[in-house]
Nanobody, 125 residues
Framework: QLVESGGGLVQPGGSLRLSCTAPGGSLYNVGIGWFRQAPGKEREGILCASDSGTTIYNKRSVKGRFTIERDNAKNTVYLQMNSLKPEDTAVYYC????????????????????WGQGTQVTVSS
């Protein structure tokens, strides 16, 4: 079970940091991905990191603006979102994958074992 938090309303150009925790579990050495689903669209992977965190896949539309961070001491993974745009409006989900073989596949094929419930991010003036 994963739990996201930190969503909300932000103006274009602003920043938000989403958090993902695993109550009763561990995110250490587990592949982590952030996904989003906009109204009327399919869920898409935007950032996925390997178990060790050394390999990261970025969707082109968020590259240079979004980053994934781990705090193993807090058993938390973050999605730092900067320079937000209205088209970033979506429900954001974190997900975990045990034994990631290919981070691109994790993001593109939604190849995950566990999902969070999602948190709404709205970018609007």
């Amino acid at each position: 079970q994963l739990v996201e938090s930190g969503g909300g309303l932000v103006q274009p150009g602003g920043s938000l940091r989403l958090s993902c925790t695993a109550p009763g579990g561990s995110l250490y050495n587990v592949g982590i991905g952030w996904f989003r689903q906009a109204p009327g669209k399919e869920r898409e992977g935007i950032l996925c990191a390997s178990d060790s965190g050394t390999t990261i896949y970025n969707k082109r539309s968020v590259k240079g603006r979004f980053t994934i961070e781990r705090d193993n001491a807090k058993n938390t993974v973050y999605l730092q979102m900067n320079s937000l745009k209205p088209e970033d409006t979506a429900v954001y989900y974190c997900a975990a994958r045990l034994g990631v073989r290919n981070v691109q596949s994790m993001c593109v094929d939604l190849d995950v074992n566990y999902w969070g419930q999602g948190t709404q991010v709205t970018v609007s003036s």
